[in-house]
């Protein structure tokens, strides 16, 4: 029982640590205010998100294998798959703004004053909002998976 437990405050805490990482890259995703310090804050923040998502990924298995459910309910349960699903979503949309980041650090690395252009910082802000609106889905299926359902 305890163990369950702690694997469960475990799975929550890497959800939790995922959700206050896009948000304060969201945050500071802002036309006028992406400066070189700013860039690096991001790409900083872009590690601990793909180390949130692996967290949340490592937990998760935990739980199916040494959690009380175990394997022989949750590897059938749909709901599971389906959260799986949304979590390599969010890692899948995740990819192309590390990719952005690195190229704007690229760009700026040689230039004091160099700002990426505003049409890719609101576009990169608008890939950060649709992944925390992807990631709103996953606690709620969480919820149907611990009341039985699937």
């Not at 980041?101 to 910082?121: M, N």
Request: proline share 4%; net charge positive.
């Amino acid at each position: 029982m305890l163990t369950d437990a702690l694997l469960l405050y475990l799975h929550l805490s890497a959800m939790l640590g995922l959700a206050v990482f896009l948000t304060a890259k969201t945050s500071l995703m802002r036309v006028g205010a992406i400066d070189t310090a700013a860039l690096a804050r991001l790409r900083r923040l872009d590690l601990w998100v793909w180390g949130s998502f692996a967290a949340v990924l490592a937990s998760g298995l935990m739980l199916v294998f040494w959690g009380i459910q175990g394997p022989q309910w949750l590897l059938h349960n749909p709901l599971l798959w389906a959260k799986m699903a949304l979590l390599g979503l969010m890692a899948v949309m995740s990819w192309p703004s590390t990719r952005r980041l690195a190229r704007w650090s690229f760009h700026g690395k040689d230039v004091a004053a160099w700002a990426p252009p505003a049409v890719e910082i609101r576009q990169e802000r608008r890939w950060l909002m649709a992944q925390s609106h992807v990631m709103v889905i996953i606690p709620l299926l969480a919820t149907l998976m611990s009341h039985g359902f699937g």
